[in-house]
């Protein structure tokens, strides 16, 4: 039985008819446009026992809208009457830009996936910016930077592109900045460099008058030496570290061969959760992690937690169950945390025990 059967049974198969990214151009503008509406519907979770606070900030839950749905700040109006405690707006980059060529987000439907090659189309920060300003938020947010999606822009270049981002958005009220350098779907992929990412969160820091918490966007896809040399760099510079970003790795599915392109939803759970288990192993004890990658269900989200994770994200999740996902995700976490006798706080990091490791 499905958990949602009127998006499952009737909207959903409408909605997949058509080509995947029409649709979330379609179902953005209907947030879009019915957030006052929204507002009546019953989608949020309403007991107190999720409230979280993240840096100052108090949340109603730990359960976020991850990077990629809302690139432009269109929906913030929106996204807090679908239940979510925060979201996360991006990747924004310096400059505009189409993205890569269509069509580059599919369904892979048989692994209730998603691949997407979108290559950070977005309208630039300065717009972002400017629509972020001009906006009642429904809730608390935080804005994901990204490198323009430009081979050409490489070594000092890309580090002021960066700092470029980061100066539009800082003067807004956002809960941290999240650096992705693990886009994958770029002509240049991920960035490699270590000390390029040091760089350009020095800089950053340097540009960080009013102390925004800034969190590294970490990939699933990089090397145990890599991730090290990272944590690293970010002692001292970062608060945090989102785990992870999309993989291009095909392990995990069972349908058709994915193409190029990042995969996103269950088959990235296993290793997004052991990227949080290297990275709380790695990072010192006030930086947090979000953890983020397949999370459909409050159980998949007490893994991210018991793992090490304070706070979660979805994406394509609620791209599968639709809208009152995030809810029910809310009230099947509450249970599990009231079996275990535990609360919020105390379920982070549960999984591990300071003799025997992870349980
Ligand atoms: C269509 C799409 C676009 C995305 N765009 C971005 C992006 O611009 N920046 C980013 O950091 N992550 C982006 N992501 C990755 C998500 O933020 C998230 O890390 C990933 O999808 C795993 O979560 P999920 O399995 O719940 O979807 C995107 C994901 C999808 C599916």
Avoid at 1 to 21: H, T
Avoid at 165 to 173: G, R
Avoid at 199 to 225: F, H, M, Y
């Amino acid at each position: 039985m499905p958990r949602d059967f009127l998006y499952e049974n009737i909207l959903r198969p409408l909605l997949f008819k058509q080509d995947a990214e029409s649709v979330h151009h379609f179902v953005s503008g209907c947030l879009q446009s019915s957030a006052p509406l929204l507002s009546l519907l019953p989608f949020k979770y309403a007991k107190k026992d999720l409230a979280v606070n993240l840096f100052d900030h108090a949340l109603s839950n730990p359960i976020g809208i991850a990077a990629g749905f809302d690139k432009n700040g269109n929906l913030i109006s929106a996204l807090g009457h679908l239940g979510f405690g925060f979201a996360e707006i991006g990747s924004v980059c310096a400059r505009p830009h189409g993205g890569n060529d269509k069509p580059r987000l599919f369904r892979l439907s048989a692994d209730r996936a998603l691949r997407n090659h979108l290559g950070l189309n977005g309208l630039g920060a300065e717009t972002v910016v400017r629509q972020l300003i001009n906006k009642s938020a429904s809730l608390p947010y935080a804005v994901n930077i990204a490198k323009t999606n430009n081979p050409a822009i490489k070594g000092d270049e890309a580090v002021k592109d960066y700092l470029y981002s980061f100066t539009c958005v800082k003067e807004l009220p956002a809960i941290y900045v999240a650096v992705n350098v693990s886009c994958p779907n770029t002509k240049e992929g991920c960035i490699s460099e270590a000390g390029l990412i040091k760089t350009v969160l020095e800089e950053i820091n340097r540009a960080n008058n009013r102390g925004l918490p800034i969190l590294l966007k970490l990939s699933p896809d990089s090397g145990d030496q890599f991730l090290a040399d990272l944590i690293a760099a970010g002692s001292k510079l970062v608060q945090g570290y989102i785990c992870g970003n999309t993989t291009t790795s095909l392990v995990g599915l069972s349908g058709e061969p994915a193409g190029i392109g990042g995969i996103s939803g269950p088959p990235l759970k296993t290793a997004n959760l052991e990227l949080v288990r290297k990275i709380k192993s790695m990072k010192s004890a006030e930086q947090i992690i979000i953890g983020v990658g397949g999370i459909s269900s409050g159980q998949d989200a007490y893994d991210y937690i018991r793992s090490g994770a304070s706070l979660v994200e979805l994406y394509t999740g609620l791209v599968y169950h639709g809208p009152t996902l995030v809810k029910q995700i809310c009230e099947e976490l509450s249970a599990l945390l009231e079996r275990d006798g535990l609360n919020l706080a105390q379920a982070v990091g549960s999984a591990w025990d300071s003799c025997k490791g992870l349980k």
